[in-house]
């Protein structure tokens, strides 16, 4: 099958995360002998050429990072100005964020549901995995260690058009963490996660504490 | 005090709230975003990892952002857009990030970020189109964990005066 991809981010593509998940993906996706054209909302204008594409392909997948629970603004705007389908184009999603559990994604996996029908898209699921944020952190093996599993799921994408197999039922992993699991990550965000993000924040020239208050109190 | 965000280009619905909560003594700030410039969040984290607080995007938001942290409700009113609201009334919530720090923590079951201020300020909403009621309902339930706070509900233009009877 010909797969048109849409990168859902509203950070250039030098810096997605989204991109860099898909660059795994669709290794997987085209070693099961499919082809796919893909293309960035976060450049505006790419826009004509995305909605061009939409019209004329049948495999829609969309890549999207969870912005406040649902899809992201810019990409809200761009789906607004597409033509509705006439319901046998099918349509799936890659749904990812920075929290690790599945469970912070599944009001953005709703709202997918819901989407495809307003688009006139049969829906055929929504990959759902968490624990992202640090992608844009990483290179080399340390980056493959987060993005790589996502060569597999574009693999089973690849050879069965959808997302609803049990192998990406088990790929988002747990929906809640353990009550024992939670309390060794409190203390791990407490002390080594916040010596670790002041780290990252003095790479990027920053000079105040990160809970600073620009605005008072 | 209430602070109201309306995106839509329609004054007329903040003058029927403003009526409807005049004579009840709120303090209530109107802010007329349908012509403000206002982006999209760009997803660059300098509000959190760079400029602490501080939205890299210098446009019209900055201001709401101010009267956010300080505001006991906020309430957007959108335009709806594919059953949601629509992406002007999407990117008020998207550029919330700054009220968050890089920070991360248990709240109940879940991960969040911590909080940057200590006010907390619950979110309502208001929609002038169509749009799955029942599902921007929960949508503001989750959306009101972003800012630590409770949810006002959802309401259609239509039931304007039960999203009234919620400010205070």
């Known amino acids: 099958m010909h797969v048109l991809i849409i990168n859902g981010s509203p950070r250039v593509k030098k810096y997605s995360n989204t991109d860099k998940i898909l660059a795994k993906f669709t290794e997987g996706l085209s070693s099961q002998g499919n082809t796919f054209e893909q293309y960035e909302v976060s450049d505006r204008k790419q826009w004509d050429s995305?909605?061009?594409?939409?019209?004329?392909?049948?495999?829609?997948?969309?890549?999207?990072?969870?912005?406040?629970?649902?899809?992201?603004?810019?990409?809200?705007?761009?789906?607004?100005?597409?033509?509705?389908?006439?319901?046998?184009?099918?349509?799936?999603?890659?749904?990812?964020?920075?929290?690790?559990?599945?469970?912070?994604?599944?009001?953005?996996?709703?709202?997918?549901?819901?989407?495809?029908?307003?688009?006139?898209?049969?829906?055929?699921?929504?990959?759902i995995k968490g624990d992202n944020f640090s992608i844009r952190f990483f290179e080399g093996d340390m980056q493959d260690r987060v993005t790589g599993p996502y060569q597999k799921m574009g693999e089973v994408y690849g050879q069965t058009g959808d997302f609803f197999g049990e192998e990406c039922r088990k790929f988002t992993g747990p929906e809640i963490f353990p009550a024992h699991i939670r309390l060794l990550l409190g203390i791990i965000f407490k002390t080594i996660g916040r010596i670790m993000f002041g780290k990252i924040a003095k790479g990027w020239g920053c000079e105040k504490p990160l809970n600073y208050k620009p605005y008072g109190t | 005090m209430v602070l109201i965000v309306n995106t839509t280009k329609d004054t007329g619905i903040t003058q029927e709230l403003q009526a409807h909560i005049g004579n009840k003594g709120i303090e209530a700030q109107i802010v007329e975003a349908g012509d403000m410039k206002i982006s999209h969040c760009i997803g660059c984290n300098y509000c959190w990892l760079k400029t602490p607080g501080v939205c890299s995007i210098k446009d019209d938001y900055e201001e709401i952002l101010k009267k956010i942290i300080k505001a006991d409700q906020l309430w957007v009113i959108s335009d709806t857009a594919l059953g949601f609201i629509d992406h002007k009334g999407k990117n008020i919530f998207d550029r919330i990030l700054p009220i968050a720090t890089m920070y991360l923590k248990f709240k109940g079951d879940q991960m969040r970020h911590v909080a940057r201020y200590k006010k907390r300020t619950d979110v309502g909403l208001i929609v002038t189109g169509e749009a799955d009621m029942d599902y921007l309902k929960k949508w503001t339930v989750r959306c009101a964990l972003n800012f630590e706070s409770e949810s006002l509900g959802a309401y259609s233009k239509e039931s304007i005066e039960e999203a009234a009877a919620c400010m205070s």
């Open chain 1, 50 to 127: 995305i909605r061009e594409a939409w019209d004329r392909n049948g495999n829609i997948l969309i890549a999207i990072p969870l912005y406040v629970e649902n899809i992201p603004g810019l990409l809200l705007e761009f789906l607004a100005s597409v033509t509705p389908k006439d319901g046998s184009t099918k349509i799936a999603y890659i749904l990812q964020g920075g929290f690790a559990e599945g469970a912070q994604l599944r009001c953005g996996e709703e709202y997918l549901v819901m989407l495809s029908k307003r688009l006139g898209c049969e829906y055929k699921g929504t990959l």
